[in-house]
């Protein structure tokens, strides 16, 4: 289970990896906890008033989509975004937004989601929400209150059965080092980088990456990804800078996406050590876990 701040966050982090799940036969679900109402258009082929008008109908009609091209199931969580605070100093959050909405109510919805679902494994973003979008901090917050949760009888007794995943992961795709190795690449190969300016104005965080502890191997559905990256059509320039690194230098620079385990309930996983990259499967240590019913085949 991916926990998600916004339609299209599901196809932008981590969405190889889901892709190749889907492909050997496990069972990926999304939650997306806001309707993405609160979404600039970030595609200016997309940029006309019909479109923003009804842009939350436009961006569930693109999340089904996406959906269908990765193979998924999904769930909205059913809170309205929170927008990016533009300005210094930020403006306050809008009025009853995800961002503002009290974390004992988020969490409890999403409870009842992991408990009806029946997660082995859940993802989400670090602390730091990956950017900083209050909906990212947010999202975070809940996934992370969910997780501990979900398995306590005690803790919601209204939303379903106990139901208690396995391993917590967070999101680390958006990193430094991959950032320079893809732009060392493309310099390397003659062509232009689209990461100078970001990589100038981004200080190397070594203890931050170090917190990596997973690498999933999903070269072979980075054109599923994109794809579904394009299905979210109002957020997503096809010309932009999601693509202006060919698919192939990126299978070969960096073939693999990375997370952080950051819980594991499986105290004879010889390979869940956090703090160093020890892993190359999100389900390393499940497949022989008695707990393992319904889960990846
Ligand atoms: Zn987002």
Same mark, same amino acid.
Not at 37 to 47: C, F, Q, T, V, Y
Not at 122 to 148: N, Q, W
Not at 246 to 261: I, K, N, S, T, Y
């Given at each position: ?39 600039? &258009? ?94 990212? &901090? ?160």
């Amino acid at each position: 289970m991916h926990v998600h701040a916004h339609p299209d966050d599901e196809s932008s982090k981590g969405a190889a990896s889901t892709a190749r799940y889907v492909a050997e036969g496990a069972q990926v679900h999304v939650v997306t906890c806001t309707g993405g109402e609160r979404g600039s &258009i970030l595609n200016p082929k997309m940029d006309r008033p019909d479109i923003l008008e009804n842009i939350t109908e436009v961006r569930r009609q693109e999340m089904e989509r996406a959906r269908d091209i990765l193979g998924i199931t999904q769930h909205w969580l059913g809170f309205v975004d929170s927008g990016w605070p533009d300005g210094d100093p930020k403006p306050p959050l809008p009025e009853g937004c995800f961002g503002l909405v009290d974390l004992e109510e988020a969490t409890e919805a999403l409870v009842r989601i992991v408990r009806e679902v029946r997660p082995h494994v859940m993802t989400t973003y670090d602390e730091r929400g990956g950017y900083p979008h209050p909906d990212h &901090i947010r999202c975070h917050e809940v996934s992370v209150a969910a997780f501990a949760a979900a398995g306590d009888p005690e803790r919601f007794p209204d939303a379903g059965e106990p139901w208690q995943p396995l391993k917590l992961y967070y999101h680390h795709s958006f990193n430094r080092p991959r950032m320079q190795a893809l732009h060392d690449a493309m310099l390397q190969h003659g062509l232009e980088s689209p990461w100078e300016e970001r990589l100038r104005d981004w200080k190397p965080e070594p203890e931050w990456d170090a917190r990596i502890t997973t690498r999933v191997r999903c070269d072979r559905w980075f054109g599923v990804r994109d794809q579904a990256l394009l299905a979210h059509a109002t957020q997503i320039d096809p010309d932009g800078f999601w693509f202006a690194i060919p698919r192939e230098l990126q299978a070969e620079v960096w073939p693999h996406e990375d997370f952080e385990l950051v819980t594991s309930h499986l105290p004879d996983h010889p390979d869940a050590t956090v703090g160093q990259v020890t892993e190359d499967d999100l389900f390393a240590g499940l497949l022989d876990h008695p707990d393992r019913t319904g889960g990846r085949i």
